[in-house]
């Protein structure tokens, strides 16, 4: 089995910055392609960024120049560093990886979502 904790939320105001770190545990082999999604209260779960094994990062419109994605393969952790946050950053943040098992399965697997709230 694979686990996945996420941490690093919290409340910010406009303009700060916040890190935050997913980390995984368990049967794994190996990471593919490592993802950052958000939910705002009504809204649909978005892609925010990935980065591919080979390190190869992409990012949405809304956060480029302001988020940087990053891993350490060797801990298994996706981070995202959020800089100059605004209000409509406010939502909750869920990693999504890509795992290649032991067992040579691979398995999509969510972290539990931290809130960020940007406001004054």
């Known amino acids: 089995q694979v686990q996945v904790v996420e941490s690093g939320g919290g409340l910010v105001q406009p303009g700060g910055s916040l890190r935050l770190t997913c980390a995984a545990s368990?049967?794994?082999?190996?990471?593919?392609?490592m993802a950052w999604y958000r939910q705002a209260p009504g809204k649909q779960r978005e892609l925010v960024t990935t980065i591919t094994s080979g390190g190869t990062t992409n990012y949405a419109d809304s956060v480029t120049g302001r988020f940087t994605i990053s891993r350490d393969n060797a801990k298994n952790t996706v981070y995202l560093q959020m800089n100059s946050l605004k209000p409509e950053d406010t939502a909750v943040y869920y990693c999504?990886?890509?795992?290649?098992?032991?067992?040579?399965?691979?398995?999509?697997?969510w972290g539990q979502g931290t809130q960020v709230t940007v406001s004054s």
């Open positions: 999504n990886l890509q795992i290649l098992t032991v067992a040579r399965t691979v398995e999509f697997v």
């Open positions: 368990g049967s794994i082999f190996s990471i593919y392609t």
